[in-house]
């Protein structure tokens, strides 16, 4: 997915580059409705709104977006969210067409920005876009899904390593490079109820975000407390 399919992604640069010093691997916000689990008999999976940026050897802390590791971490999310989800119920896959992309990855953009800054899935507005789309397609519950993450080279990783020392050592400042972050994010929208039904996130410190090991842990992760209700 290309930078400028959708408008919002400056505030997750800055994050990943500010992850560099403070990342740390945990869950994020759980957050549901009163709807069940056991209420929701099927699903549909929209693709996924991904952004993932790799720093070559050479170029410091520059990140610099990749289409083929993007397009990698895109295809293992729907892989991943699509298996785990179909042990609990019928799972559909909803493509966009070019039109309709740009501002439905926006508009979940801005939800999970919403969410992510809410302490209950009622303050997060039902983005209308999705709502029109649900409405088309015929479809309750849709999965929205936002990744972003980076990733060094083997080489940039052991130079910042190297002046990690040498900063320790000369200006007594300590400095943890991060070697790759993969934040996720993922909602459940209830279309009836005109609402979020779930929200959860988590950030995998050191973890290759295009990995589908690490993308299906952190799956698992986000949506496990969901399941054991």
């Known amino acids: 997915m290309k930078p400028n399919d959708f408008y919002q992604m400056k505030k997750y640069i800055i994050f990943l580059l500010i992850a560099f010093t403070l990342a740390s691997c945990g869950p994020g916000k759980y957050m549901t409705s009163e709807i069940s689990r056991y209420d929701i008999s099927k699903v549909t999976i929209f693709e996924p709104v991904t952004y993932i940026s790799y720093i070559e050897a050479?170029?410091?802390n520059r990140m610099e977006y990749s289409d083929s590791l993007t397009y990698m971490a895109s295809y293992n999310l729907l892989t991943g969210v699509s298996e785990y989800l179909s042990d609990y119920y019928l799972v559909d896959l909803l493509y966009l067409d070019s039109t309709s992309r740009e501002l439905v990855f926006h508009q979940i953009d801005q939800m999970m920005g919403y969410a992510g800054s809410s302490y209950e899935v009622e303050e997060i507005p039902f983005p209308p876009s999705l709502d029109s789309l649900m409405w088309i397609n015929n479809i309750d519950y849709g999965v929205c899904i936002l990744h972003t993450g980076f990733?060094?080279?083997?080489?940039?990783?052991?130079?910042?390593?190297?002046?990690?020392?040498?900063m320790e050592v000369f200006a007594d400042v300590a400095v943890y490079p991060t070697r790759a972050v993969s934040e996720l994010r993922i909602v459940i929208l209830d279309r009836k109820n005109q609402k979020v039904a779930f929200y959860n996130s988590h950030v995998g410190d050191d973890h290759d975000p295009y990995f589908k090991p690490v993308t299906d842990q952190q799956i698992q992760r986000i949506f496990r407390k969901f399941f054991k209700q």
């Open 151 to 166: 990733a060094r080279q083997k080489k940039n990783y052991r130079r910042q390593l190297a002046l990690r020392v040498l």
């Open 58 to 60: 050479g170029k410091m």
